[in-house]
Structures are given as structure tokens and as C-alpha cells.
């Protein structure tokens, strides 16, 4: 089946340190990105779709400042949230799809922690 | 606008006995649908999605779904349930209406599989 990665898993940063997250599909060309955001017991919550090549589309009330998210090749897209602070801690996920039509595989998601 | 309802926070099975997760959904034109469960600190993995053709649909690890357009319906089964398919369990919905101009998809909140040995 499709594969998704995600580096890293975990990442533990100081308030105002900016991190970024990789997102790759390993096996299949991804066209569309999907950046989502998961809290403690809760839903995913989509910050933003990027397509290869274009600009992200960010959903009402995600900063696109905040999250940069940049999706330079078919295999790989990132998110980078700049200068992070506590209230950013959350497990960020992402899912590429191949097509309109496809179904969207998951990365395996990013534990990040600002303290 | 679409979306997806998943009636149950919590289901609680013994293993061996059927499991079923309850999906509703709302959509304006006909939907790609889909399940997807997740383990603890983990990402989300794919089970099975529903687009077109037979409307019981087959998937990953013994399960299945049937697509119900007249109850909007599209319900996670498995016949004999294991206690390693404890876990969290999403519905998804993506409109496919011409309308609906970013494909995106919509998730349930969820529902916590246990099954108890």
C-alpha cells in the first residue's frame, strides 16, 4: 500500500524557535498535500491543502505566517511553524493524495512540544 | 457543505462477537467515503474507502462497509471482532458535486473501539 513519513515524530523546541516537519510519500506521487492538526481526543483539524508546485490554501483562522508550508516536488512537503510557542504543541499529521479520485494516506504524525 | 456524523463516542465489544461503528454523512453531490483508524500516538491508517460500483466494500484487516444512499449511511463492520482492534476509528466524506470546488476531506469526531478479551 501507499506510504507516508513523516520526520521527525517527535520534536521538543524552546518558545520562539521555529521547526520544521517533512512530510514524503515514499511510494507514489502526491499532488495534493494535506496538512491537519489533532488534539488530545479530537477529530483532525485541516490547516491547510497544498498542491505541487502552487501556493497552500489555508483554512479560515490558520495563520499562513505562522505555517509555512511549502510543497516543492510531487514526493515531499513541509511545514514549518515559525516561531512556535506553547499554545502550537499538538500532534500535526499529514496525508498525501495521488489524484483527485484516490484515497489519502496518513503519515504516521509529529508530537511537537514547545516548552 | 459536507459532512460526517459519528453517533457513538465509545463502543464496547467482547472479542469474537461483530463490531459494528455507526457513519452518517451529508453531502450535496455523491461521496467518496472512507474509514480510517488510528493507534495511539500514531498516524491515521487507511481501511477501505467506498467510490462507486458494489455497495459493500471490503477493506483491511476483516473489515467491511456498506454504502446506504437512501439512509446515508456507511457503517464499519467486522464479523468477529480481535482486542487488538481496539482503537480510534474516523468516518470521512469527500463531495464530489462539481459544486464542491476543493475536495477536501470532512472527518467524524471519532469513535474508541474496546474490545474486551
Known amino acids: 500500500g501507499a506510504v507516508v513519513s513523516q520526520h521527525p515524530s517527535w520534536v521538543i523546541c524552546k518558545s520562539g524557535t521555529s521547526v520544521k516537519i517533512e512530510c514524503r510519500s515514499l511510494d507514489f506521487q502526491a499532488t495534493t498535500m494535506f496538512w491537519y492538526r489533532q488534539f488530545p481526543k479530537q477529530s483532525l483539524m485541516l490547516m491547510a491543502t497544498?498542491?505541487?508546485?502552487?501556493?497552500?490554501?489555508?483554512e479560515q483562522g490558520v495563520e499562513k505566517d505562522k505555517f509555512l508550508i511549502n510543497h516543492a516536488s510531487l514526493t515531499l512537503s513541509t511545514l514549518t511553524v515559525t516561531s512556535a510557542h506553547p499554545e502550537d504543541s499538538s500532534f500535526y499529521i499529514c496525508s498525501a493524495r495521488a489524484g483527485q479520485g484516490g484515497a489519502q494516506y496518513f503519515g504516521p504524525g509529529t508530537r511537537l512540544l514547545v516548552l | 457543505a459536507q459532512s460526517v456524523a459519528q453517533p457513538e463516542d465509545q463502543v464496547n465489544v467482547a472479542e469474537g462477537n461483530p463490531l459494528t461503528v455507526k457513519c452518517t454523512y451529508s453531502?450535496?453531490?455523491?461521496?467518496?467515503l472512507f474509514w480510517y483508524v488510528q493507534y495511539p500516538n500514531r498516524g491515521l491508517q487507511f481501511l477501505l474507502k467506498?467510490?462507486?460500483?458494489?455497495?459493500l466494500v471490503k477493506g483491511s484487516y476483516g473489515f467491511e462497509a456498506e454504502f446506504n444512499k437512501s439512509q446515508t449511511s456507511f457503517h464499519l463492520k467486522k464479523p468477529s471482532a480481535l482486542v487488538s482492534d481496539s482503537a480510534l476509528y474516523f468516518c470521512?466524506?469527500?463531495?464530489?458535486?462539481?459544486?464542491?470546488?476543493?475536495?477536501?476531506?470532512?472527518f467524524g469526531a471519532g469513535t474508541t473501539v474496546t474490545v474486551r478479551a
Open positions: 453531502v450535496s453531490g455523491n461521496p467518496y
Open positions: 497544498s498542491n505541487e508546485g502552487s501556493k497552500a490554501t489555508y
Open positions: 470521512a466524506v469527500r463531495d464530489t458535486s462539481p459544486r464542491s470546488n476543493d475536495y477536501k476531506l470532512s
Open positions: 467506498y467510490i462507486t460500483g458494489d455497495n
